[in-house]
């Protein structure tokens, strides 16, 4: 059987080459465009693996779902990639880390991203 992932981003043009990029590799894949559609996916069709951006709604909304993600039962422990362009779009001089409290994902991609660099993210998050 297929391994799930969902897309969670508002940028549709990210999200069809993402899903077509999945898709072609043989995996099941659904999208939301917000944080809190994205949340009710996760905890409806229970992903193998969640990609997720940080600027939709707000400048930050990503970092709140990636916390409430890890505090429902449902997905718990569900690999988290998130592939951001924050760091460019706020001109921040730093970058981000995953951590288990503040930013609870197992990797973070800064877009634009290598379709064979989010392959290789996609495939070591799955096992």
Do not use: C, H
């Amino acid at each position: 059987m297929a391994k799930k992932i969902l897309v969670i981003d508002d940028d549709p043009d990210f999200v069809e080459s993402v899903v077509n990029l999945l898709e072609a590799k043989g995996y099941q894949v659904a999208s939301a465009a917000n944080g809190k559609d994205g949340v009710a996916k996760a905890t409806a069709d229970k992903p193998n693996l969640i990609l997720l951006d940080v600027m939709m709604n707000t400048k930050d909304e990503g970092f709140n779902v990636a916390r409430q993600l890890q505090e429902l039962p449902e997905v718990k422990g569900t690999p988290v990639i998130m592939v951001t362009g924050v760091r460019k779009e706020m001109n921040l001089p730093f970058g981000f880390e995953p951590d288990e409290t503040w930013l609870p994902v197992k990797q973070i991609l800064e877009k634009p991203v290598k379709p064979e660099m989010l392959m290789k993210a996609v495939t070591d998050a799955l096992g």
